[in-house]
């Protein structure tokens, strides 16, 4: 099993909708939970952080649930600009190293 | 403030053909990284330095890779010999410790494209 996997999507939305998409963890005793976005053929680059009682950062809202071990992300009133893969990444134990998902790839479009 | 350099930005080679890549990190940053990512899936781990030392390689194929981090400031990695399946882009990411709460910064990436 994947130490995070996610939905590849795509999820192609119009402007203005609102989407929303999860990614699963394997290792219960993960510590830290992040989104990256991608855009094409760009670098990954942080989106937020994800806290244990779940954050919102504008119209970005990420949602931790340790219980059935996943993460989400909502995208409220989506932009042209919010089209970007966003990578689920996990701390799977207590060190250093992150564990990155394969990416859902989201394209808002006009 | 700068970010992560990293040249070339594109790399074609034949098969069994050595490379070399080359990571500059952010000013001060104590932590780099070293990531492969093919197309397709997210970024795996090769190589983290601390400093000049190897903090973990445990992803890293040693018989055809190698990465080092002389004077603790920027990074090379080599591939020698290159297979088709080594075709992906490298990405150098640095931070300021090695804590994983810590935002990883990551360069613009080296596509190497291995025929």
């Known amino acids: 099993r994947k130490e995070v996997e996610q939905d590849p999507g795509p999820f192609n939305v119009p402007e203005g909708a609102t989407v929303a998409f999860n990614c699963t963890y394997s290792?219960?005793?993960?510590?830290?939970f992040f989104w990256y976005r991608q855009d094409c053929r760009k670098e990954p680059k942080l989106l937020m952080s994800?806290?244990?009682s779940g954050n919102e950062d504008g119209r970005f809202t990420a949602q931790l649930n340790r219980a059935s071990q996943y993460i989400s992300l909502l995208i409220r009133d989506s932009k042209l600009s919010d089209s970007a893969t966003y990578l689920c990444v996990v701390n799977p134990s207590n060190d250093y190293k992150l564990s990155f998902g394969a990416g859902t790839t989201v394209t808002v479009r006009a | 403030e700068a970010g992560v350099a990293q040249s070339p930005r594109y790399k074609i080679i034949e098969k069994r053909q050595s490379v070399a890549f080359w990571c500059n990190p952010i000013s001060g940053h104590a932590t780099l990284y070293w990531y492969q990512q093919i197309l397709g899936q997210g970024p795996k781990l090769l190589i983290q330095?601390?400093?000049?030392?190897?903090?973990?390689d445990s992803q890293l194929p040693k018989d055809r890779f190698s990465a080092e981090r002389l004077k603790g400031v920027d990074s090379t990695l080599k591939i020698q010999p290159a297979k088709l399946e080594d075709s992906a882009v490298y990405l150098c990411a640095s931070s300021p410790t090695g804590s994983p709460s810590n935002e990883q910064y990551f360069g613009p990436g080296t596509r190497l494209t291995v025929t």
């Open positions: 994800v806290y244990s």
């Open positions: 290792n219960s005793a993960s510590q830290s």
């Open positions: 330095f601390q400093n000049n030392g190897v903090v973990d």
